[in-house]
């Protein structure tokens, strides 16, 4: 089969020196393959270049504890916190052959991206629903979120779900990069390779669209993709503020 | 005989635990748990260690009297225990300041711990728990009927064998869940998952981008379950007499299937996804394994 990407790990241990010879010819010989690995570690020695100028641990810019004492007053935030990162968006009624798949497939959000979803939902519900523009009409934001479909019948494209989602996680990240220094290097480091692995996912999956620009598939695990990226800034932005 | 009581009562309120004031150096102190059996925890740089007791009371320990944390302890009738832990002002932030908090509950407790850098382990707690560590593991173990985990970079580890409801979310972590009966939610970035269940689980949705999974578990007639990675391989173990039906994707790798039709990997540009589709033993419970780069595997129990 094709290899798979290499994993974070193995790509550090790699670049620490850390693997036998013959691991070290696996990975030489799979990063002569794989542009998208290559990439990685092209970053991950970037990562590593930089944190190596860094001396001690991580110092927050301020007392950061004034804030939490503030949370503190209100009732239990931290099992608010918790709720909120378990909230389980359900999506529009699943149809057709995907039934088996729908049954079964549950949404994990937060609550930052609720107004997100709800549009992204809209979205997915047409790229779901598909010939059913009964239910599209049931649906009103659908209509308004799909972008050259005013009348939200028509077919979402992959295009179209990057301009709902790309905006998001400009501003996430941009928010996620002001807090960055409160973060800490190790986790900075290994923020960077999840959001670094999600991009590879994101590629992987744009690249199968790009040959089969219908598949509904595709456009579903596009849209999860940016959930969990979304999910994972929304994420380092609240431990930075921690 | 009056002024003995007043005397006596004044010497209770000066050596009693008072909640609200902040604890420096070493703790060790014991309060009424009150009627709500809900102890949160909030700490910074410390880890919090959490077992339980037979009694209707709240242990609080700090011993490192070295250690530059700082104890508030607040109660309330409506919210239970909120305590919160905080480096001394003069302390120099970084994780040097780590220190371990032991909490001692009441074994129906409702608990809830939030850490930065801190590991967070939980015994033997029976009320709903819930734990998070952005840096650290997170631990549980014991009969609750909920666990929610919310890690980023350590590992979780999940022994519920009686939870209806275990939902673990983390970035790099690897999660194990070990768990029963009820229903079961895990998704990591980077993270490698696993599943095991000796009673039959209603329902699992466990899905990673690069991690691999392995799902391992009893389930009922009547259970959903799906298992998605993009990147990693995905591996099932399901009892021989398991009733489902199944729906193995896989869209680079291959499907190695000990229980019906295999389908070899397929590169680049070949037609999308391989797809198998079968029941076993006439079909019941829906499972479906995806993996968008990794293999798909289902095994026979050994």
């Known amino acids: 089969m094709i290899s798979r990407h290499l994993h974070r790990k193995k790509l550090y241990a790699y670049l620490e020196d850390e693997v036998d010879s013959a691991a070290r010819r696996s990975i030489e010989g799979h990063l002569e393959r794989c542009a998208s690995c290559r990439g990685r570690l092209a970053e991950a020695q970037a990562l590593l270049s930089r944190l190596q100028d860094l001396t001690g641990p991580a110092t927050p810019s301020r007392d950061l504890w004034p804030e939490i004492e503030d949370q503190v007053g209100g009732a239990e935030p931290s099992v608010r916190s918790l709720e909120a990162s378990h909230t389980h968006v359900k999506r529009h009624a699943p149809t057709g052959q995907r039934q088996i798949r729908d049954r079964v497939r549950g949404r994990w959000s937060i609550a930052a991206a609720a107004t997100l979803l709800i549009i992204a939902g809209g979205i997915l519900a047409t790229v779901r629903s598909g010939s059913n523009p009964e239910e599209q009409r049931s649906a009103p934001l659908v209509g308004r979120t799909v972008p050259g479909e005013p009348g939200g019948t028509g077919t979402v494209t992959a295009a179209d779900v990057d301009g709902v989602y790309q905006p998001i996680i400009a501003r996430l990240r941009h928010l996620v990069d002001e807090r960055s220094e409160q973060l800490g290097w190790d986790l900075a480091a290994s923020a960077q390779d999840d959001l670094a692995s999600i991009g590879a996912a994101l590629a992987d999956i744009r690249e199968a669209l790009r040959l089969d620009p219908d598949s509904r598939e595709l456009l579903e695990k596009l849209d999860e993709g940016y959930q969990q990226h979304i999910w994972l800034l929304e994420r380092l932005a609240s431990v930075a503020r921690l | ?302």
């Open chain 2, 1 to 302: 005989m009056s002024r003995r009581i007043g005397l006596l009562a004044m010497l209770v309120s000066v050596c009693a635990p008072r909640v609200g004031q902040a604890q420096v150096g070493s703790v060790d102190r014991t309060w009424p748990a009150g009627e709500t059996n809900a102890v949160s925890i909030q700490a910074r740089h410390a880890s919090v260690h959490i077992d339980v007791w037979n009694r209707s009371e709240v242990r609080v320990r700090k011993s490192d009297p070295h250690a530059r944390q700082r104890l508030r302890i607040n109660r309330s009738a409506s919210r239970g225990f909120f305590i919160v832990v905080r480096p001394e002002e003069s302390a120099e932030p970084g994780r040097a300041l780590n220190d371990t908090i032991f909490v001692t509950v009441p074994r129906k407790s409702r608990v809830s711990v939030q850490t930065s850098t801190g590991s967070v382990t939980v015994l033997g707690v029976e009320g709903d728990v819930r734990l998070e560590s952005f840096f650290d593991s997170c631990v549980y173990k014991g009969d609750a009927e909920r666990v929610f985990v919310t890690a980023y970079h350590g590992t979780t580890r999940v022994e519920a064998g009686r939870a209806r409801e275990v939902v673990v979310t983390s970035g790099s972590g690897d999660v194990h869940v070990n768990t029963g009966r009820g229903g079961v939610r895990i998704q990591t970035v980077n993270g490698d998952i696993d599943v095991v269940s000796m009673d039959p689980l209603d329902s699992a949705d466990v899905r990673s981008t690069f991690g691999s999974i392995a799902f391992a578990a009893t389930i009922s007639s009547e259970a959903t379950v799906a298992l998605e990675s993009h990147s990693g391989d995905v591996e099932l173990t399901l009892d021989e007499d398991v009733r489902a039906r199944l729906q193995l994707d896989t869209y680079l790798g291959a499907i190695h299937n000990d229980r019906g039709p295999s389908a070899p990997a397929r590169p680049w540009g070949s037609g999308g996804w391989s797809r198998v589709e079968f029941a076993l033993n006439g079909g019941g419970a829906i499972v479906t394994a995806s993996s968008f780069r990794g293999d798909i595997r289902l095994r026979r129990p050994e």
